[in-house]
């Protein structure tokens, strides 16, 4: 059975209307939802109640569980139990303009990142529709705020799970409902080309990040195994494209390993690879995790720097949640 939470607000316009219902019913059930946050079918007190039965008999509105909550500096991260017993974190970070929220879109991932701890454990499933909105939604309960900007960027490859992300981000943003703009929504790939190209012809306003983290494929490979499906030089051609159709500035996410890819010659090639695109790159220090191969660069700065005088924008990741496990990469999909 579809949960509620899945629901953009024209499938729910669709269902009325398939129902013999008025279309404008689903705005009321969209505001019970997302406005007045009444997560009881019982008590969408401006539908009949013949019409509260026939919704609970089509729909659940069953949510999964805050389990554990660990809280660092400005940072808290939350565990989330699902209801079919798998685990997965959200991060939430206080900014000096507000709240921004990192959320899961998968149990596990595939994509078998050499230095990220999410994906230890290999892909279980993508997370639903519902999976997602909640996160936002019990966060935002638990802690009485509301979330101004949300990052996909937590265990998972979104574009791995491409159409219930879709689904999620119009669920979001959708002005009737949470209304998360469209630029306070940052998508993160680590490339998978065809979903960046599907991505581009939808022209969303969202933000775009992809996860580069080396220069050239002899680098990029050794660390990002979907380096050997799509290389370089086709995540560029598709970076291209997106940047034509959309007009949108992308963020190239760079993590910054100890003798990895932080050498100047790196800084180099990558302002090359880069250069008069409309792009800039977000420099990651490193979060070590259980993998010992993998050291922090201590040259960030010296990387920005070259970056910089190639011309090349560029701006340092703040760190959040190392010291909770909450970082960059160190999320995972089991309770410890
Ligand atoms: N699957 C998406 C989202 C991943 S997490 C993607 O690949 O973009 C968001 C960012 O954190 C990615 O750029 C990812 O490569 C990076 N990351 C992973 N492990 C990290 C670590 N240990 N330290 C710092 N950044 C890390």
Redesign the pocket.
């Known amino acids: 059975m579809k949960n509620l939470f899945d629901l953009k607000l024209n499938d729910l316009e669709d269902y009325f209307l398939n129902n013999n219902e008025k279309k404008f019913k689903a705005l009321q059930v969209f505001e019970w939802l997302y406005i007045h946050r009444e997560f009881n079918i019982d008590n969408f007190s401006n539908l009949k109640m013949e019409l509260r039965e026939k919704l609970k008999h089509d729909f659940t509105t069953d949510m999964i569980k805050i389990k554990k909550e660990e809280v660092g500096e400005d940072v808290k991260k939350y565990l989330f139990l699902l209801l079919d017993g798998n685990f997965i974190e959200a991060v939430l970070m206080h900014h000096d303009y507000g709240y921004s929220l990192c959320i899961s879109s998968e149990v596990g991932?595939n994509?078998g990142?050499k230095?990220?701890?999410?994906g230890r454990l290999k892909k279980v499933r993508n997370l639903e529709v519902y999976e997602m909105v909640e996160q936002i939604l019990l966060i935002e309960q638990k802690e009485n705020l509301r979330i101004d900007r949300v990052v996909?960027?937590?265990i998972?490859?979104?574009f791995d799970n491409y159409d219930n992300v879709i689904d999620f981000i119009k669920i979001i943003n959708n002005p009737k409902g949470l209304a998360i703009g469209a630029r306070h929504i940052t998508v993160?790939?680590?490339g998978l080309v065809p979903k960046i190209l599907e991505f581009a012809d939808l022209k969303l306003q969202v933000n775009l990040?992809?996860?580069l983290?080396a220069p050239n494929d002899n680098i990029r490979s050794k660390i990002m195994p979907i380096n050997k499906v799509y290389n370089i030089s086709q995540v560029m051609k598709a970076l291209k494209v997106y940047l034509e159709k959309t007009n949108r500035r992308v963020t190239i996410?760079y993590?910054m390993i100890n003798m990895v890819n932080d050498s100047d010659e790196c800084a180099y090639e990558l302002a090359n690879l880069l250069k008069g695109m409309n792009v800039y790159v977000n420099l990651?220090?490193?979060?070590?995790?259980n993998n010992l191969e993998?050291k922090k660069s201590k040259r960030v700065n010296d990387f920005k720097n070259i970056l910089l005088k190639c011309g090349i924008n560029t701006t340092i990741r703040r760190e959040f949640g190392g010291s909770i496990s909450g970082?960059?990469?160190?999320l995972r999909s089991k309770e410890v």
């Open positions: 991932c994509m990142c230095f990220c701890e999410s996909i960027m937590g998972g490859e979104p993160s790939t680590c990040a992809i996860s983290h996410e993590v990651i220090p490193y979060n070590e995790t993998f970082a960059c990469g160190q």
